[in-house]
């Protein structure tokens, strides 16, 4: 069975909004993989890993719309036309995007203007950075003893949509939140003021599984220091709650059997 097989066909005239998982190529789907070699253009956001991209077709034209590493932000609708343009010119579109498309990623939007336009386009999960996180890192998102639930927020919202960071520390259910960094003050004076204890366990994987990934273990109120000093910083998952805690007791467990051993 070969990859060819598993995998839908890659017409020409589509899309396909692929997720590229945190980083990692050893993370990406078959069909990811599948859509990277057949791919006439890649159209792929900033944190798409150098060394996914460096799998693409030889051949392929690759472009960058992403909003960040000092590049001019690209407005979402001047993405969404250029997709639509390569696919109504018969290419076979590939919309690059870390982590999975539909988590903080816009694929929404994108799919819904490829609807609108009438262009065929197939949308395939990605491990998004949140969740591989907290895996990568021996936290379990759920457990049945801590939590039965878990919440996926974002510190940067469109205007006029802020969170509720108040309810969100009511909730007692362990956040994981992307795009934090530069509010990160902000959000954690109203969480602590919503009732959200300061000494709460926080875990953050800044490039997580990348080969610039780091992960600090803190309390919540050290993160604006941190922040501040650099110590966290873009890209970066901050799990916020008793999850958290979970690393350390793994680590400690695993160092006992080594002093053990010794
Ligand atoms: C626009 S959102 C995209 C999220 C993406 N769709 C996902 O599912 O992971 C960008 C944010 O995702 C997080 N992120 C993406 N890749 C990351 C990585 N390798 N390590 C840590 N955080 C990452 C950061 O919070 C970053 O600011």
Redesign the pocket.
């Known amino acids: 069975m070969t990859l060819t097989h598993l995998s839908p066909p890659f017409d020409p005239g589509t899309v396909w909004l692929v ?1 590229a998982g ?2 990692d190529p050893g993370l990406l789907t078959l069909h990811a993989l599948n859509a990277l070699a057949m791919a006439d253009v890649v159209v792929h956001d900033a ?1 798409v890993d150098p060394r996914i991209l460096a799998m693409v077709r030889p051949g392929a034209i690759v472009e960058h719309a992403g909003k960040r590493g000092g590049r001019a932000s690209v407005a979402q609708t001047t993405i969404t036309d250029r997709l639509i343009v390569l696919a109504q010119a018969g290419q076979r579109v590939l919309r690059l ?5 539909f ?3 816009r694929g929404g939007e994108e799919a819904l203007g490829l609807a609108q336009a009438g262009v065929f386009f197939r949308i395939v999960p ?1 491990v ?3 969740l591989a ?1 907290l895996a990568m890192h021996g936290i379990p998102a759920t457990t049945r003893d801590t939590n039965h639930a878990v919440i996926l927020a974002t510190g940067h919202c469109a205007e006029g949509h802020e969170t509720d960071w108040a309810a969100l520390a009511r909730a007692g259910i362990p956040i994981v939140l ?3 960094v530069t509010h990160v003050a902000s959000i954690v004076s109203s969480l602590t003021e919503g009732g959200l204890d300061a000494g709460t366990p926080v875990l953050v ?6 080969a610039d990934e780091t992960v600090v273990e803190a309390r919540l109120d050290e993160l604006p220091r941190l922040a501040a000093e650099g110590i966290v910083h ?4 901050l799990v916020i709650g008793a999850i958290a805690g979970f690393r350390a007791e793994i680590l400690s467990h695993l160092l006992a059997l080594r002093s053990d051993a010794a």
């Open positions: 997720g945190p980083g944190l995007k870390g982590g999975d498309p988590i903080f990623g990605g998004s950075s949140g996180s992307y795009m934090a994987v800044c490039s997580a599984t990348t873009s890209p970066a998952i």
